[in-house]
């Protein structure tokens, strides 16, 4: 968000069903569902917390170009998903007190964006960014750190990749220019993942995690230009 932005305070959750719709400098105390497409939310925070609400802001496959930049997701430690799933746009945004930041489904984008101090809940591994499946993904220039200093809890990974549930494929995936750290794994990708086309490449990893840099089976290729923050190449740990 931009610094010294003047926010308008707004209490309640919203349901967005008007195509177009623009959210501008809103301090939104409430979730967030979208129900319309080619809705902006803009230069404004986002402060959910609910025993019931399972995202921030929740999209799925049936709306279209969801855009959210310059803003601040806070789940506050009591929701499951930052925003998810499916056809939307991150650019500059802050994410955190979620167990899960992004939840990545077919048609996203991730960028620029700072997603960390993740909330495990009820017995979930917390991810920076998840995907469970989809096509045309991708995550570029973002720090992804899931690691909550106030727990100690290192998290699950920065990135986790599988593909279990629909559409049951992962592919078209291109992960690039990001600082990852922590998480078991900083990426982890299921040994039972389907993939296909999935770049990994030119970003840095922190020494933090707890077992490497990245786990992944086999059959997805890692490129030789991710490198650790000490220069040092990354050696990726086949996935079981």
Known sequence: MPSGALLTPVQGDMLITTDGTVLDGVDLTGCITIRAHDVVIKNSRITCSSSTTSMVVATNGSYRNLVVQDSELDGTGTVDIGIGWQNY???????R???DGARAGSNTTVDSSWIHAMTRRNGLHPDSIQSTGGTGIRITNNFLDPRNDATGDQGNAAIMLGSELRPFVLQNV?????????????INVRADTNASNIVVQDNVFNTDAKYGAITAPLS?????????????????VPAR
């Open 220 to 236: 997805v290729a890692m490129n030789g230009t991710n490198v650790l923050a000490t220069g040092r190449p990354v050696s990726v």
């Open 89 to 95: 746009s991150l650019s500059r945004v802050e994410i």
């Open 174 to 186: 291109f992960i690039a220019g990001n600082t990852l750290s922590a998480g078991n794994y900083s």
């Open 97 to 99: 007190g979620t167990n």
